[in-house]
């Protein structure tokens, strides 16, 4: 299987958009879901009920909101930190979504690791996509201390915030995923993964974008909308 670099992530989104008609909000949707049917099947609501997703301001956010709403439909309780918003009604929708289900969607930043792992028993990283380029902004370093102290297992959202896309863990960034759901295709960063599950979601692929760029994906099992890759 081969794990993509940062241009060629970029062009797949692009060719998806242009070449195949998807619209954002119908990939955003099919990532969310196949996210919280991956995160189900790593960690089981009895255990981990209560979870923390934080979403950033772009499309890996996005799919953060629909993990979310998707997650309160199995029998988790899902709290959204989401503290840079847009104006783009997309985004607003999902927000609106999710408030609609009994969601609790704020700007208030976690105080402290301690307060989050008293809290919450999972923590969903939906921040920082295959876009990002370091180093973090100052307005989401609280949050990374947040993530980089907690004892609570993490699980990211095709890249592990504060990672560059290609190299991997970045010294004044370094969180350490318990879970990484890649999305479409794995990213180079991936290669870095240590002692973590490894999924793969986005039943979306068209085979002949499969071919184009020589991904060799693995095959999902009958209906499932996730392969676990180790």
């Not at 301001?57 to 709290?79: F, I």
């Not at 208030?108 to 301690?114: G, L, M, N």
């Not at 039943?203 to 392969?227: A, H, I, N, W």
């Amino acid at each position: 299987m081969k794990y993509l670099n940062q241009q060629e992530a970029i062009s797949v989104d692009e060719e998806l958009f242009n070449e195949y008609k998807f619209s954002v909000d119908q990939l955003m949707e099919l990532a969310g879901l196949s996210c919280a049917h991956a995160i189900a099947d790593a960690y089981t609501p009895d255990r981990t009920n209560k979870v923390l997703i934080c979403c950033g301001p772009g499309n890996n956010g996005g799919d953060g909101l629909v993990v979310a709403r998707h997650l309160s439909l199995m029998n988790y309780e899902p709290y959204v930190y989401y503290p840079k918003r847009t104006d783009k009604d997309l985004f607003k929708n999902l927000q609106h979504q999710a408030e609609c289900m009994g969601i609790a969607v704020t700007v208030d930043c976690p105080v402290s690791a301690s307060a989050v792992d008293s809290e919450f028993g999972l923590i969903v990283d939906a921040l920082f996509g295959f876009s990002f380029k370091v180093p973090v902004r100052e307005a989401f370093r609280p949050i990374m201390e947040v993530l980089q102290k907690t004892t609570l297992p993490i699980v990211s959202v095709d890249i592990p915030s504060g990672w560059d896309v290609e190299l991997g863990p970045q010294s004044d960034c370094d969180i350490k995923p318990d879970c990484l759901i890649s999305l479409t295709a794995p990213k180079l960063c991936a290669k870095h993964l240590a002692n973590a599950k490894h999924y793969l979601g986005g039943r979306f692929v068209p085979k002949k974008l499969e071919e184009k760029y020589s991904m060799s994906l693995p095959q999902y099992k009958g209906r499932d909308l996730f392969v676990r890759l180790s």
